[in-house]
Nanobody, 115 residues
Framework: QVQFVESGGGLVPAGGSLRLSCTASGFIFSINAMGWYRQAPGKQRELVADISSGGSIINYADSVKGRFTISRDNAKKTVYLQMNSLKPEDTAVYYC????????WGQGTQVTVSS
């Protein structure tokens, strides 16, 4: 059974930082591209960043480019999202999944940025 467990969210002031983690199970992590997605209230889920299976190809949404960094540790089956210079518009529930996303989602982790 595919599972994703996200953690690391919280409440931070604008300009602050958070590091999100997502541990995956139920599939061969090391051969799958992974992505971080987010969903703000009243909006559709969007892709924030993705990373190839080996970590050499990385893409970011324009809204987070230069502020967020995605990385992965295949031995730990974990993908990370370092978020710096956070803005109130980054407030959302953050999820990880394969890229492209397949199947069920985890519970996500709430990120709230106060102005």
């Amino acid at each position: 059974q595919v599972q994703f467990v996200e953690s690391g969210g919280g409440l931070v002031p604008a300009g602050g930082s958070l590091r999100l983690s997502c541990t995956a199970s139920g599939f061969i992590f090391s051969i799958n591209a992974m992505g971080w997605y987010r969903q703000a209230p009243g909006k559709q889920r969007e892709l924030v960043a993705d990373i190839s299976s080996g970590g050499s190809i990385i893409n970011y949404a324009d809204s987070v480019k230069g502020r967020f960094t995605i990385s992965r540790d295949n031995a730990k089956k974990t993908v990370y999202l370092q978020m710096n210079s956070l803005k109130p518009e980054d407030t959302a529930v953050y999820y990880c999944n394969r890229r492209p996303a397949i199947g069920s989602w985890g519970q996500g982790t709430q990120v709230t940025v106060s102005s």
